[in-house]
């Protein structure tokens, strides 16, 4: 099935570094790709729409040059996270579908739990 | 994208189906109903999804009732491994936008 691999699985480091986070489509393209953000005992928040070839979409309330969006290929996206504070520390989530057909289904990676100190 | 009503936990012995309601009384026709699963620390999985007509694979069955008002997930024999948050999310399928909003989903327990 679909497969989309986040990279990497786990970041610490020290406030004021910019953490980037790569979202891959492993066996299909994507013009589109979403970047969701869940903190603890939460539902996922969606904070942007990644799409390939132009500016990502940001949701109300985020900041985009907080959380940088690149969507360069049809199989990669990336966040950065610039400047991290410890109130950035989350697990973020991206998710892409497959664009061949409209109703595929969107499909997430494993995450990646960054944590600033 | 219309919202979706789940109730915040449930219990399912292990061995039993577990049925899990989900409310959209205000889908629109061509919204679809889907269903995802969160086992904690990890990526939502992709369950099923519908759009007017019962559907199965190895994984659930999906019952959307006539009206399309509702919808139940069904997992047939739960197991162990089946203990997760589910979240049941209508979309507008058209094109590659229609992102997925989450709810709170339903807190599955699956007990010995």
Known sequence: ?117 | DAKTTQPPSMDCAEGRAANLPCNHSTISGNEYVYWYRQIHSQGPQYIIHGLKNNETNEMASLIITEDRKSSTLILPHATLRDTAVYYCIVRVATGNTGKLIFGQGTTLQVKP
């Open chain 1, 1 to 117: 099935g679909a497969v989309v691999s986040q990279h990497p699985s786990r970041v610490i480091c020290k406030s004021g570094t910019s953490v980037k986070i790569e979202c891959r489509s492993l066996d299909f393209q994507a013009t589109t790709m979403f970047w969701y953000r869940q903190f603890p005992k939460q539902s996922l928040m969606l904070m942007a729409t990644s799409n390939e070839g132009s500016k990502a979409t940001y949701e109300q309330g985020v900041e985009k040059d907080k959380f940088l969006i690149n969507h360069a290929s049809l199989t990669l996206s990336t966040l950065t996270v610039t400047s991290a504070h410890p109130e950035d520390s989350s697990f973020y989530i991206c998710s892409a579908r497959d664009q061949r057909g409209s109703n595929q289904p969107q499909h997430f990676g494993d995450g990646t739990r960054l944590s600033i100190l």
